[in-house]
């Protein structure tokens, strides 16, 4: 089983509408968890961190952490043609920063 | 610029030749990742150092690969007698004990 999982994509929206990305982890004691943004030919960015259970807000992005279902996700509000990436998890399992294989994300205008 | 540096940015390179890279770290970050990823996967972890210990590397990394942090700042990771499969973007990434991660803009590698 893989240490962290991404729903397949690739997801196409329309410009406007909301996108969401989910992801599970496989190790029940991580406890720091991470989006990424990637766009086509450079390199991963950090766009969220979550720590506790619940919803974190960062402008049009929020992030939602349930530890007891090992579940993360993302919802981009409002989605722009920006948005258009690949999303990555990241997860904190033991020492080490292990990421899912993404989901890359369309937003038609 | 304080963010994370790489160099170079691009290496071409025959089989069978070393190649070495180089990664500055955001300066007060004390923990130093390098990942590996190719066309359409995340990235693939494949060591990590906190300060100057080396803590874990990948068990998928074969003995062609080596990683150095001398003195916590910055790290090398050179690979022996490359192979085309080696062909990746090789990235490096900080970040201050398990808080959020930031990375370089990469090393390219195209082993010909």
């Known amino acids: 089983q893989k240490e962290v999982e991404q729903n397949s994509g690739p997801l196409s929206v329309p410009e406007g509408a909301i996108a969401s990305l989910n992801c599970t982890y496989s190790?029940?004691?991580?406890?720091?968890f991470f989006w990424y943004r990637q766009y086509s030919g450079k390199s991963p960015e950090l766009i969220m961190s979550i720590y506790s259970n619940g919803d974190k807000e960062d402008g049009r992005f929020t992030a939602q952490l349930n530890k007891a279902s090992q579940y993360v996700s993302l919802l981009i509000r409002d989605s722009q043609p920006s948005d258009s990436a690949t999303y990555l998890c990241a997860v904190i399992p033991d020492y080490k920063l292990s990421f899912g294989a993404g989901t890359t994300v369309t937003v038609r205008a | 610029d304080t963010g994370v540096s790489q160099d170079p940015r691009h290496k071409i390179t025959k089989r069978g030749q070393n190649v070495t890279f180089r990664c500055d770290p955001i300066?007060?970050?004390?923990?130093l990742y390098w990942y590996r990823q190719t066309l359409g996967q995340g990235p693939e972890f494949l060591t990590y150092f906190q300060n100057e210990a080396q803590l874990e590397k990948s068990r998928l990394l074969s003995d062609r690969f080596s990683a150095e942090r001398p003195k916590g700042s910055f790290s090398t990771l050179e690979i022996q007698r490359t192979e085309q499969g080696d062909s990746a973007m090789y990235l490096c990434?900080?970040?201050?004990?398990?808080?959020?991660?930031?990375f370089g803009q990469g090393t390219r590698l195209t082993v010909v």
């Open positions: 990434a900080s970040s201050f004990l398990a808080g959020g991660a930031f």
């Open positions: 300066s007060e970050h004390n923990r």
């Open positions: 190790d029940r004691v991580s406890q720091s």
